[in-house]
């Protein structure tokens, strides 16, 4: 009976430092699906670090805010996007990241956004856009 309770006590404790950690990154999450939603590339560069690597269908490199930005543009002027489906989240095992899960459908396809948030300002620093077979 004390294992079942030490469990059950574990997994409180457990779920209570996850909720206290997850909401800090609330508002920015809803932020970032929202400028997907809305195909805005200049509200989705706000939350990009200075160098990222950014992964479409046509290019997989390292690149400066102002290229991702372009690059952002470009993709939503081809595929403009219809909605964002949010299908995980989670924190790194050390708890010094986040990562997001998502699907954008768009007016050609589907594709799998990976987005990762780190640092003190909560920086989106890679993101990868795989489209889905439809």
């Known amino acids: ?6 469990l ?17 990154y609330s508002p920015i999450v809803k932020d970032i699906i929202a400028a997907f939603e809305a195909g805005d590339a200049a509200r989705l560069t ?22 991702s930005q372009q690059l952002l543009t470009d993709f939503f002027e081809e595929f403009p996007p219809i909605t964002f ?3 995980h989240r989670g ?3 050390g708890g010094q990241s ?8 768009t007016t050609g396809g589907i594709f799998r956004i990976n ?9 989106v620093f890679e993101m990868n856009a795989i489209r889905n077979p439809l």
């Open 1 to 6: 009976m004390r294992i079942i309770y030490a």
């Open 8 to 24: 059950f006590f574990s997994l409180v404790v457990g779920i209570s430092a996850w909720m206290a950690f997850t909401p800090s």
């Open 46 to 67: 706000e939350f990009l670090s200075e160098d990222i690597k950014v992964s479409t269908i046509d290019d997989q490199e390292a690149h400066t805010k102002f290229e």
């Open 85 to 87: 489906e949010e299908k």
């Open 91 to 93: 924190r790194s095992k």
């Open 98 to 105: 986040m990562f997001l899960i998502g699907e954008l459908e």
């Open 115 to 123: 987005l990762r948030i780190a640092g003190d300002k909560i920086t």
